[in-house]
């Protein structure tokens, strides 16, 4: 019986090699997925020209989706040259045939010409596009180009603008990406999906063999989806594995060869892109300098249990203050409150030799003279730009920050902000807060603690003291001890500290996953 989730890729031939279901199957591949290849347009190709192209008879296409429907359904169907409008509607058929069955994801590579310039669309087949196609799709992947001929001349002044007319027509989820642009030291894919939106960054791979860049781009993102992992985080394992592709293209020929996808990049961290907070697209890819480990990691929820922890030091690296302001107290009050326990806690931190986290509260951290802030990523997301202006000019002056991350997409946006600390959690699951992510598990936490740009400390259900020595294995450089400290930590805290001195004895053989697993449920409606 197959167990690897099935793609179906219906798109065209090439007899170059390079593109079309050629480049599919590469892409397949390198994520450990089964594609089915269904012709629905053959060309006649090089890396230098694109001599003709015939659609397949529209009763063929439908007679090798028949041949599939019962034997190998899809888990996702991705297109790419159809060659006609006749064939698009087909398409457009057996997706909601399919979908009556069962959940299916529909990703559309809107392919309109070649990179040689040859045309493969007529207005009969844009029309489907607009009318049948794109209302159905889970995900399609325009470049720029194809965004605005999709759109016609309403779509919209701007990428962030043409990916909301998109999904507006309809859509699940956009990505214009960013092949066609003219920025020559990086490149920039727009995403436009449930969420997250914003410029997906990584630098741009210089070289002249790009020939089938779109097709692996969105054959990789369908196999992610594929493989479970929600649309932001298939656009992120997409630029990995595509710019990957390039990195490995072949010079065959005498004009663009192919790129070649290929296992292997999903543990590249210098392929982890990053994901910019606004729509602004960055302008230079800044390093990030790795400071201090946070070992074990102490949260608590007042000035009296910061002191209580600080008594048991040194078996504590990190304490970070965590409080959630009481329902009966009005602004002027909670503020006084808050301040008066910040400034308290830091005054006992300094004294220990420690360093002290606030949480989330920055504004009033800072007033209250604090060196470390750690922010979730809805804090981060709700702050507006004068915020942003004076939290960097905290930073500048020092300041440390660490930020929250649960899944692919937060962690490229928290690489963005080149943070000092970077959470990655839950690694259990955790009845500290509601949240909708599944465990990631020690899998994902070594994962991460090897891909991100900044220590990575684990957090979420962790509750022994072994929880914390398999952290500290896997690589993380600390472990959060929340409920675990119990009644009085420096009762508690000597294990925990025996705990994680003997896990990162280990650390340096962590096993890093080829992949990650995906850590948000994908529901049903979302595979439109």
């Given at each position: 019986m197959n167990t690897l989730p099935i793609l179906w890729s219906i798109a065209g031939t090439d007899s170059g090699g390079g593109a079309g279901l050629a480049a599919d199957q590469r892409a397949a591949d390198a994520f450990g997925v089964h594609l089915c290849p269904v012709v629905a347009a053959v060309t006649a190709q090089s890396t230098t020209a694109v001599t003709?192209?015939?659609?397949?008879?529209?009763?063929?296409?439908?007679?090798?989706?028949?041949?599939?429907?019962?034997?190998?359904p899809?888990?996702?169907?991705?297109?790419?040259?159809?060659?006609?409008?006749?064939?698009?509607?087909?398409?457009?058929?057996?997706v909601d045939r399919l979908r009556l069955r069962a959940p299916l994801a529909f990703v559309i590579d809107p392919v309109l010409r070649a990179s040689t310039g040859a045309g493969f669309v007529d207005e009969a087949l844009m029309r489907v596009y607009r009318e049948e196609l794109l209302p159905r799709a889970t995900v399609v992947t325009p470049n720029q180009h194809e965004a605005v001929r999709l759109l016609g001349p309403d779509g919209g002044s701007g990428v962030p603008a043409m990916a909301s007319a998109l999904r507006a027509q309809g859509v699940q989820a956009v990505v214009v990406t960013g092949g066609d642009a003219a920025t020559p030291a990086l490149s920039h894919d727009w995403i436009d999906t449930p969420h997250a939106r914003g410029w997906l960054t990584l630098p741009r791979v210089d070289t002249p063999h790009h020939h089938g860049t779109g097709c692996t781009f969105t054959t990789s993102l369908a196999a992610a989806l594929a493989l479970g992992f929600v649309a932001a985080d298939?656009?992120?394992?997409?630029?990995?594995?595509?710019?990957?592709?390039?990195?490995?293209?072949?010079?065959?020929?005498?004009?663009?060869?192919?790129?070649?996808?290929?296992?292997?990049?999903?543990?590249?961290?210098?392929?982890?892109?990053r994901l910019s907070v606004g729509e602004q697209a960055p302008t230079g890819w800044p390093?990030?300098?790795?400071?201090?480990?946070p070992g074990v990691y102490a949260i608590v929820d007042s000035a009296e249990r910061v002191e209580m922890v600080l008594r048991a030091a040194p078996t504590v690296d990190t304490i970070q203050l965590r409080m959630k302001r009481p329902a009966d107290l009005d602004d002027g009050a909670w503020a006084a409150q808050l301040r008066a326990a910040i400034a308290r806690s830091q005054r006992a931190a300094d004294v220990a030799g420690v360093t002290l986290v606030i949480n989330d509260h920055w504004h009033a951290a800072l007033q209250a003279g604090a060196r470390a802030l750690h922010l979730g990523q809805e804090d981060l997301l709700a702050l507006a730009p004068a915020d942003h202006a004076a939290l960097q000019g905290a930073r500048d002056g020092g300041v440390q920050l660490g930020l929250s991350s649960h899944s692919l997409w937060e962690l490229c946006r928290a690489a963005s902000l080149l943070p000092d600390l970077i959470a990655c959690g839950p690694v259990w699951p955790t009845t500290t807060k509601d949240m909708p992510w599944r465990p990631q598990g020690l899998d994902n936490l070594a994962w991460w603690a090897h891909m991100a740009p900044a220590p990575v400390v684990g957090i979420g259900g962790i509750l022994e003291p072994a929880q914390l020595q398999a952290v500290a294995a896997a690589g993380a450089a600390g472990g959060c001890v929340v409920r675990g400290l119990g009644e009085d930590p420096s009762q508690t805290l000597p294990a925990w500290r025996a705990a994680w001195v003997e896990g990162r004895s280990a650390a340096a053989q962590a096993q890093v996953p080829a992949l990650p697993h995906p850590s948000l449920p994908v529901p049903h409606a979302g595979l439109r």
């Open positions: 003709r192209i015939d659609a397949v008879p529209p009763d063929l296409l439908d007679a090798q989706l028949a041949a599939l429907a019962e034997d190998l899809p888990t996702v169907i991705k297109t790419g040259l159809l060659g006609s409008a006749a064939n698009a509607q087909v398409v457009a058929h057996w298939a656009a992120v394992l997409a630029k990995m594995a595509t710019t990957h592709a390039l990195r490995h293209a072949r010079a065959v020929g005498r004009g663009a060869g192919p790129v070649v996808a290929r296992e292997g990049f999903g543990a590249d961290a210098s392929l982890l892109p390093e990030c300098t790795r400071g201090r480990e």
